[in-house]
């Protein structure tokens, strides 16, 4: 199947600092990625619809000024979180697509803890 | 999408049948049901899909009712690596947006 990568797949930084994951797709092209955060014992919760050469799609309730994503290439999706706060210590995960498999089939990826102190 | 109802828990024993059910009721004609679990501490899994036939493939099984008000999925003999989260997910409209509920917590005893 498909593979999805994230990076870093563990991070801890101080209140106020920003951090950046990324999301990769490694053996295939995707226009469209989506980024999903999951706080402990709660399930997956979609933030954003993340577009290749175009701005992101917010979910109602997530601060696209906070959350900003870039999708600069077919294989490369980023979020970074700004001036993080501890209730952003959270689990973000992304997910993506081959065009062939059909949307329905979503390949995530590992996942990335953050922790703010 | 549809929304889908799930068992919170199920317990099964390593080597038995799992039947996790799901019920999605409001589905409609073009919407696909689709399968997922999690791990604990991991990304979700695909795991199956289908729209009206059942489907069958390396992972597990899916039945889906003559209605397609609601499905099981099957995984044929469990394994102590199958407690996860199965997640159940009914759509068509949304390309890629998956919303998941709670889900059913699958623990498999040895």
């Known amino acids: 199947g498909a593979v999805v990568s994230q990076h870093p797949s563990r991070v801890i930084c101080k209140s106020g600092t920003s951090v950046k994951i990324e999301c990769r797709s490694l053996d295939f092209q995707a226009t469209t990625m989506f980024w999903y955060r999951q706080f402990p014992k709660q399930s997956l919760m979609l933030m954003a619809t993340?577009?290749?050469?175009?701005?992101?799609?917010?979910e109602q309730g997530v601060e696209k000024d906070k959350f900003l994503i870039n999708h600069a290439s077919l294989t490369l999706s980023t979020l970074t979180v700004t001036s993080a706060h501890p209730e952003d210590s959270s689990f973000y995960i992304c997910?993506?697509?081959?065009?062939?498999?059909?949307?329905?089939?979503?390949?995530f990826g590992p996942g990335t803890r953050l922790t703010v102190l | 999408d549809a929304k889908t109802t799930q068992p919170t828990s199920m317990d099964c024993a390593e080597g038995r049948a799992a039947n996790l059910p799901c019920n999605h009721s409001?589905?409609?004609?073009?919407?696909?049901v689709y399968w997922y679990r999690q791990i604990h501490s991991q990304g979700p899994q695909y795991i199956i899909h289908g729209l009206k036939n059942n489907e069958t493939n390396e992972m597990a099984s899916l039945i889906i009712t003559e209605d397609r008000k609601s499905s099981t999925l099957i995984l044929p003999h469990a394994t102590l690596r199958d407690t996860a989260v199965y997640y159940c997910w009914a759509g068509g409209t949304s390309y890629g947006k998956l919303t998941f509920g709670q889900g059913t917590i699958l623990t498999v005893h040895p």
């Open positions: 409001t589905i409609s004609g073009n919407e696909y």
């Open positions: 993340s577009n290749e050469g175009s701005k992101a799609t917010y």
């Open positions: 997910s993506a697509s081959p065009s062939a498999s059909g949307w329905g089939e979503q390949f």
